[in-house]
């Protein structure tokens, strides 16, 4: 008979929460439209960060604390100069972090000086985004990736911006696992018709793995319907990029082409900022899409938001994760991977061009 001990003792559960911490990675850390008079606060990877565009117009991102007296530089405003002003007592910050003035101090004590200085994470503006590399005072060997770019002339794209509850790993795999959607959005965009039998190939390179759906029909939910109103077979692909991007593709014909581009932003441990890009060239006039596509795409995204807040309450209630996967999680425990190695440093470093290998091959219903 168990014993009352045993009846009270807590699942098991594994202490272990997927969580990686990547540095040595370019994030993107606010939209550039974004950075006008005020300086910004972000906080990229747990680093609490200010962002700000200098008197030449170059972003910089600077630690988010005054090293006079420990004010959020955030607080303070763009001097004249271009340089970044504290609120307390005025402190001023050029891009790279150099202080060039304490007012009221005589002489050549004023401006540089070592113990001022603030540290500074290199920069770049790319596609309509600033972006930080994660470690302070380095200067990147590489750029950051081109994945939020238009595929080419002729797309429209529309830019989303929402905070999912939930680590990287958890809302990456959300943004690119097929199963759910037939659950969570029902209706919306599958799960209203028949289940259809899809083949699709699992393919990994250095920095990313994706999967390719071959024979796959147009989703029958509405927003399925709305994309592709003449129904056929649908080309897919889902793909994760190290550290952050997530990126979903369809293509109906040479005519249509949808890109769904994610980059997701640890803000800290559990809370992912995803940047949505979505860029799209369709037979439907692009006036019908945004007001008819975007109120969908708001729910559905609310959604997964809401069921990676229910996730990632319930790992931290159990004090650990459980993951029990099935052949047909086709990216998650890939994706858990290749950040895992990365962390580790266990990763040939990628140039964006690494052959991809076919890893699984699965039939499922979806
Ligand atoms: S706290 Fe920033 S200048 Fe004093
Ligand atoms: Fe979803």
Not at 193 to 202: F, H, K, P, T
Request: glycine letters at 10%.
């Amino acid at each position: 008979m168990a014993t009352l001990a045993t009846k009270l003792a807590p699942p098991p559960t594994k202490e272990h929460v997927s969580v990686a911490r990547l540095a040595r990675y370019w994030y993107a850390a606010c939209r550039s439209r974004d950075l006008h008079r005020k300086p910004q606060a972000r906080t990229v990877i747990g680093v609490p960060l200010v962002l700000f565009r200098d008197a030449a117009g170059r972003a910089g991102a600077l630690l988010d604390r005054c090293p006079h007296r420990n004010i959020p530089l955030s607080m303070g405003r763009i001097a004249a100069s271009g340089n970044l002003e504290c609120g307390y007592h005025g402190w001023q910050f050029d891009g790279e972090g150099r202080c060039r003035l304490v007012p009221g101090l005589q002489g050549s004590e004023n401006g540089e000086a070592r113990g001022r200085r603030v540290a500074a994470h290199a920069t770049r503006e790319r596609d309509g985004f600033v972006w930080v590399w994660g470690e302070p005072d380095v200067e990147p060997a590489c750029e950051p990736p081109a994945f939020a770019a238009a595929p080419g002339p002729g797309y429209a794209t529309i830019v989303r911006v929402l905070d999912f509850p939930g680590t990287l790993h958890a809302t990456a795999e959300n943004a690119l696992d097929v199963p759910h959607t037939a659950f969570l959005h029902r209706g919306l965009f599958r799960g209203s018709g028949e289940r259809n039998e899809i083949r699709a190939v699992v393919r990994r390179g250095p920095d990313r793995v994706e999967a390719e759906y071959i024979g796959e029909p147009r989703p029958e939910g509405f927003l399925g319907r709305l994309l592709a109103p003449q129904g056929g077979v649908v080309e897919h692909w889902d793909r994760f990029v190290l550290p952050s991007i997530a990126q979903v593709e369809y293509r109906l014909g040479s005519e249509n082409h949808l890109l769904v581009t994610s980059l997701c932003t640890p803000l800290d441990d559990f809370t992912t900022r995803m940047y949505a890009v979505v860029a799209f060239r369709l037979r439907l006039p692009t006036a019908l899409i945004r007001p008819l596509v975007t109120p969908l795409a708001m729910r559905v995204l609310r959604q997964d938001a809401a069921v990676l807040r229910a996730q990632t309450e319930t790992v931290r209630r159990f004090g650990g994760e459980q993951f029990v996967s099935t052949e047909i999680d086709l990216l998650g425990p890939h994706i858990w991977r290749l950040l895992r190695d990365a962390e580790a440093g266990s990763l040939p470093a990628a140039d964006g061009t690494g052959e991809l290998a076919v890893v699984r091959e699965v039939r499922f219903q979806a």
